[in-house]
């Protein structure tokens, strides 16, 4: 790949040990191992205002020919308490996409709910509660649609995953995900919350650092809402972060992220919400043409298909075409 380029990789959990049952978590130890292979391959560590420097002079000059943004999503606090610890010895900035509604809420978002269930049950389990005691649609979805969405699961772990947040209705989904999470945590909900998302200290502090972006109000699949319920959703998050840090955010990162769930439209209306960058979970390592006319559908590279991620070959081709 010729010319300066970012690559942006995204984390969701990071815990003591890594796990793959549901929740998708790397290691401390790995986040750190990966973070040095990332930076022996030569790249440098950026800031989320370095990335909007770019932007808004539409040219990286002032960038090494390999640039690093990493990025968390989702507010949980286990990215806060290890993965800052971890980037603050190592002296890497990052970006925190944070989901508002669980703060001011104290409610666990059905995507959590459901990766807790997945946790405690197989999906061959998880489907046969769900068939038995609902009434489901029966629309077929492509193999390569379903994939594209979800590219680290098998087929039946992403048609699964793909029925309950794109193909039920709202109503539907909270009363099959309310019934798992209930089936696999019998406890308070709120105590679950507590130890699963940031604390506004937390989120002050990554304020204070400008490490921090939205990630919605409600986590929904944006494409699939009115303009006006996009515009609001987003609009009561970015709100929410001024109210609590009075700071105002000028990233975000779209929920689920990939085709299916980003439009042009959305960036629009993120950009006329006053946000310079948006970050998408389209595979791809950004360029000069992405930073002047993209920058609201910047690519990204989950962890998983980085140096030293199970799926790194992904990053190589990116990289390097082979």
């Known amino acids: 790949m010729f ?23 790397i290691s401390i130890e790995g986040f750190s191992k990966q973070l040095d292979l990332i930076a ?5 560590f ?10 808004c002079r539409k040219n990286m000059d002032f960038l090494s020919h390999k640039a690093c943004l990493v990025t968390f999503d989702d507010g949980l606090k286990e990215s806060y308490v290890h993965g800052v610890d971890v980037l603050d010895r ?10 508002t509604d669980p703060i001011v809420e ?13 946790k405690m049950m197989s999906d061959d389990e998880i489907w046969g509660f769900i068939t038995e005691k609902f009434d489901l649609p029966g629309t077929a979805v492509a193999e390569d649609v379903l994939m594209e969405q979800y590219p680290w699961d098998s087929p039946s772990s992403a048609r699964l995953k ?5 193909q039920l209705a709202q109503e539907q989904q909270v009363r099959v995900v309310n019934y798992l999470f209930q089936m696999a945590y ?49 609009k009561n998050s970015m709100d929410v972060i001024f109210s609590l840090t009075g700071k105002r955010v ?6 689920y992220g990939g085709y299916t769930a980003v439009t042009e439209n959305i960036g629009k209306i993120c950009r006329d919400l006053g946000m310079i960058s948006g970050v998408t979970m389209f595979r791809g390592i950004n360029t000069i043409n992405d930073i002047m006319y993209r920058n609201m559908m910047l690519k990204r590279v989950d962890m998983n298909d980085m140096l030293g991620g199970k799926s790194e070959k992904v990053y190589k081709e990116l990289a390097y075409g082979v």
């Open 3 to 25: 010319g300066k380029t970012i690559v942006i990789v995204n984390y969701h959990y990071i815990r003591a040990e890594q796990c793959d049952n549901g929740i998708h978590a």
């Open 40 to 44: 022996g391959e030569g790249y440098q």
């Open 162 to 166: 793909y029925l309950l947040n794109f």
């Open 186 to 234: 019998p406890n308070d909900e709120s105590a679950y919350a507590n130890d699963l998302y940031m604390d506004q200290d937390q989120i002050i502090d990554l304020a204070q650092r400008g490490y921090l972006g939205t990630h919605s109000q409600q986590h929904k699949v944006l494409s699939i809402l009115s303009e006006d319920a996009i515009r609001n959703d987003l």
């Open 250 to 255: 000028s990233s975000v990162s779209y929920p």
């Open 46 to 55: 950026i800031s989320l205002e370095d990335l909007h420097r770019a932007i």
């Open 106 to 118: 104290q409610k666990v978002l059905p995507v959590h709910k459901f990766h807790y269930a997945r």
């Open 90 to 99: 190592k002296g890497i900035p990052a970006v925190f996409y944070i989901v």
